[in-house]
């Protein structure tokens, strides 16, 4: 690479809950330093160009493909993956969900998918299942046929309806 | 020892429920083990440089400007690893005439196939290694490319290696019975040309592996996502000169397989022939764009077909000429002729008729290799069944559930052996689509496809019924040379606490096995299945074994590990026996306490028997058995495989303007014999079912002129997304196997061998008013519009 170009830059942002400073090279995507740098494997790298959705996690709050996004783009911003999700225990119900459905096989699109899911269970109320699939259409699955995830995904926006009632 | 599946209130009846996976948590929390989550000391990486062209002959190869680049560590040609790793030529004995030609980790002089692997660059890491494949230039000279599979064999065609003398890699005919005779005197003869569409699997994981040489140790270890860890141990010892003992495979979790991951990848070879010269571990994961032109394809078929009938729709005979295109290199070691193989075994198979021809015809072409794919041959020879017989009901102007009816091997008809010489030991076509019928409601069903036709909307209803081929002997693979086990083993041990540990040769995919090995030995010892860890997936600590593939896994490496539970049950009654100074026939083992085997009075955790063993043998009678560990291996015996059976219906609608299908709801009844976790078994049949119709709709490879793949991207090659797929209704007929104490058949094919049929006749039958019909898969809005004569141009 020419010396002409800046190669490698400096980021200072939040991974789930925790301050990290790093240097970083320029051309690496955020999955690509969660898991090489952090450690957090969490994150998994289905394609790489933004289609499959494995690497789906939260950036500001809105979910994003952590391909498709530069490790130094994230600088400043609050970075959550599965790790800090499941640390939090905000999708406590949507895992045990997901388990008790066997709404996952493989488990490799499966926290990207809880990301997409935990997503639109955020907006409330109870989302219809044609509802459910349009929004987890971004995420690929090759293993459940997806009825068991929409099943799971239904399961836990009615049972956070009724316990708001 | 007998277990009475017939009471489900029997002690630990945990066989025949649904138990939770041990291992989702895991995975649902982002604590998966892949390939591509292990970091090794010194760890390099490797990308490879592969080939831009479909046939080339390699003039020059330059490396300098890539070994320049920063983190390179070495780089590799095919001269530099040849003498490091031997080639291979993927036949067997048993399937005659079968040839291919000798393939290298890396292409020597000449290049096959676009995404041949050609130079491998090593790095510290996969950046900078691809950074620098993309300086090692090579010069090519282009040689003629075979892409079509009908000329593959003429004189002006090309012979893709000459030392083999033509295209044609394997040929089989198959013929039983007066077929011409039959076709002579039919009431009705239908004839129709098939094509199924080149795809691929797209594991979500992209394949990968991690070696590691120890030359203190004189020890190669390689973790892999692989089905067949013991497989790719013997390969990696054959061909880079080690004896099998000095390679250890290790299988952690896998991102799903499909049979992607149950070949030998020449790259993969490569990474671990690459390891073991340099002495450090070197990782390989192949990303999606490489994985679609590396990655086994499959399916690759155009078929002719015919079908005589007589007027009472009793089939007369099939007639079957299937051609199927390859790639450049049979794929090791399984073969790539096994796909068409099962087409000539699988036409007709859930139909009891007398006169039967079938013959494949596998040839070489500069495309991606094909290989066994989920379901292989199944959901081919399944299209083209299931397609004709539905053309000769409507010949006949017959319901198409009604010939299925008239044509099933009777369900009391078992044993019973096929025209194409398939042993059958017991199958239930019959009471299958009896319920499959009451499962949709049928007749329901037609009356809203009839009330939508009066109002201009096309919906149809697809009927499919199909054989499935699980548990295989080692008539499969063994039988011709292939060091591929089809018996399997599992040991069982008790630990001081009491808890049982149970190591399996076969693997989990993400299917459910160790729940399954979980539920069957905490039956067969007497536990609860969360007191029972699961190993698998480690060739220095299971038993030997041939992993996950051909739908095997619970019927053979479960019932290995029932045998093994019910031996450790033994052995430890003896124990308490002794210890309780009673027969060990008057106790028994219930939810990990030794009882009394009349009252189910409780005798003692099997903690306490652990800790006296482990801790105060000197307590016990000097010479009494004590060994608390047991394994067992199985091997079926009496037929060369446990076919299932299964039918599925789809009910989709047909928008006329767009061609569009949209998938109403689609069910499947299917018979594995004991199903030992009903939630697992129809999550794989879902799963299959999907797959199916990804196939059956969406997915091709497709390919120019010149062999370059079009859409090998994950934006241009089209899986099924969650919004199109329908939701699936699963119903069960069990007829276990008499081969084992469990009973139990395969299950994770079932739903892609039967899917792409069943929506291929719902389509049909939806686009019936347009006199037009579609035989072609994928089916996309575009063929099913010239289908229906919408689109002419």
């Known amino acids: 690479m020419s010396d002409l170009f800046q190669t490698e830059t400096q980021i200072r942002l939040m991974v789930n809950g925790q301050k990290v400073k790093a240097r970083v090279r320029v051309g690496q995507h955020l999955t690509d330093f969660l898991r090489q740098e952090l450690g957090l494997t969490g994150s998994h790298a289905g394609c790489e160009h933004g289609v499959c959705g494995a690497c789906t996690l939260r950036v500001n709050g809105e979910i994003t493909r952590g391909c498709l996004m530069l490790a130094a783009q994230a600088d400043g911003a609050e970075v959550e993956t599965i790790e800090g999700l499941t640390e939090r225990g905000v999708i406590a119900d949507l895992q045990q969900a997901f388990v008790h459905r066997n709404a996952l096989q493989c488990g490799f699109c499966t926290p990207g998918m809880l990301a997409t899911a935990a997503d639109l269970l955020a907006r409330g109320g109870v989302p219809g299942r044609e509802v459910i699939r349009d929004h987890l259409s971004g995420n690929y699955c090759r293993c459940t046929g997806y009825e068991a995830i929409i099943d799971a995904v239904e399961t836990v926006a009615r049972a956070r309806a009724e316990a708001l009632k | ?793």
């Open chain 2, 1 to 793: 020892m007998t277990i009475d599946f017939g009471n489900p209130n029997r002690p630990n009846s945990y066989i025949g429920r649904t138990v939770p996976r041990p291992n989702a948590p895991r995975l649902v929390q982002g604590r998966g083990r892949y390939v591509d989550d292990i970091t090794l000391p010194r760890m390099l990486h490797l990308a490879f440089v592969r080939s831009p062209w479909g046939h080339a002959k390699i003039t020059a190869i330059d490396t300098t400007e890539a070994a320049a680049c920063d983190g390179v560590r070495a780089i590799f040609t095919g001269q530099d690893l040849l003498p490091h790793c031997t080639p291979w030529v993927a036949v067997l004995a048993h399937l005659k005439g079968l040839k291919s030609a000798p393939q290298h980790a890396l292409a020597l002089d000449r290049t096959c196939w676009v995404g041949e692997p050609v130079v491998a660059v090593v790095a510290d890491s996969r950046a900078e290694a691809e950074a620098a494949a993309a300086l090692v230039n090579i010069d090519y000279d282009e040689l003629p490319v075979v892409t079509q599979i009908r000329t593959a064999l003429d004189p002006e065609t090309p012979v893709i290696h000459p030392d083999l003398g033509d295209n044609l890699a394997f040929r089989r005919e198959h013929v039983q019975g007066d077929v011409e005779a039959a076709f002579a005197s039919a009431h009705k003869v239908i004839s129709a040309s098939f094509k199924t569409g080149r795809h691929t699997g797209v594991t979500l994981e992209p394949r990968g592996c991690l070696a590691d040489w120890n030359p203190a140790e004189g020890k190669l270890t390689v973790w892999q996502g692989t089905q067949a860890p013991h497989m790719i141990q013997t390969v990696l010892a054959t061909h880079l000169g080690l004896e099998e003992s000095r390679v250890r495979v290790i299988c952690d979790d896998v991102g799903g397989s499909f049979g992607i991951k149950v070949h030998v990848y020449p790259d993969e070879v490569a990474t671990a022939a690459i390891a073991k010269v340099l002495g450090r571990p070197v990782k390989f994961i192949a990303d999606r764009l490489e994985s679609f032109i590396s990655d086994i394809h499959a399916r690759d078929h155009e078929i002719d077909g015919r079908i005589a009938v007589d007027e009472n729709g009793k089939i007369l005979a099939f007639d079957i000429d299937d051609w199927t295109g390859i790639g450049p290199y049979s794929v090791y070691p399984r073969t790539s002729a096994i796909e068409g193989n099962q087409v000539v075994n699988l036409c007709g198979g859930p139909y009891d008729f007398a006169n039967y021809r079938a013959r494949t015809s596998v040839v070489l072409q500069n495309k991606a290799p094909t290989c066994q794919y989920r379901a292989v041959g199944h959901p081919i020879a399944t299209a083209v069944t299931e397609g004709l017989v539905d053309l000769a009901a409507e010949a006949l102007n017959m319901d198409p559930a009604e010939i299925r009816r008239r044509n099933f091997f009777r369900d009391d008809a078992y044993p019973a052996t096929s025209p194409a010489n398939m042993r059958f030991e017991g199958l239930s076509h019959q009471a299958t689509m009896d319920k499959l019928l009451e499962m949709m409601d049928y007749e329901a069903l037609r009356r809203d496809q009839a009330a939508a036709r009066e109002k201009g909307i096309w919906r149809g209803i697809g009927l499919a019924s199909f054989i499935e081929l699980t548990n295989p002997s080692p008539f499969m693979y063994g039988i011709g040379g292939a060091r591929i086990s089809a018996q399997d083993g599992a040991t069982v041990r008790m630990d001081p606490d009491g808890s049982v540990v149970v190591l399996s040769g076969v693997t989990e995919q993400g299917q459910g096995t160790e729940a399954m090995l979980s539920q069957v030995v905490a039956e067969g010892v007497g536990v609860r299945p969360d007191q029972v860890r699961v190993i698998t997936g480690d060739t220095q600590v299971t038993p030997y074994g041939g992993g996950t593939w051909a739908s095997r896994g619970a019927g053979i490496g479960g019932e290995a590990a029932l045998q093994a539970a019910l031996a450790l049950k033994g052995a430890i009654l003896e124990v308490a026996g002794a210890m309780l100074q009673c027969a060990p026939e008057s106790l028994s083992i219930n939810d990990g306490q030794i009882v009394d085997l009349e009252s189910g009075a409780g005798r003692m955790p099997l903690s306490e028997l652990g800790r006296v063993v482990y801790f105060r043998g000197d307590t016990l009678p000097k010479g009494l058995p004590r060994e608390l560990v047991q394994t067992r291996h199985f091997i079926t015996m009496e037929y060369p495989f446990a076919f299932t059976n299964g039918a599925q219906a789809s009910y989709v609608e047909v928008d006329r303007e767009t061609g569009f299908v949209k998938l109403l709801k689609h069910w499947c009844v299917e018979d594995c014999g004991r199903v030992i976790n009903p939630q697992l078994v129809d999550e794989q049949i879902r799963g299959g079912i999907v797959q199916g119709l990804g196939g059956a709709l969406y997915e091709e490879c497709l390919y120019d002129e010149h062999g370059q793949m079009l859409n090998g991207s994950m934006a241009d090659y089209l899986v099924p997304m969650a919004v199109e797929m329908p939701d699936m209704q699963i119903a069960h007929v069990e007829t276990p196997t008499a081969e084992s104490l469990l009973g139990a058949k395969g299950a994770g094919e079932a739903g892609t061998a039967g899917a792409p049929a069943a929506v291929m006749n719902a389509i049909n039958d939806a686009i019936r008013p347009s006199g037009g019909r579609i035989l072609q898969m994928p089916m996309t809005p575009e063929r099913i519009l010239r289908a229906m004569g919408t689109l002419s141009d």
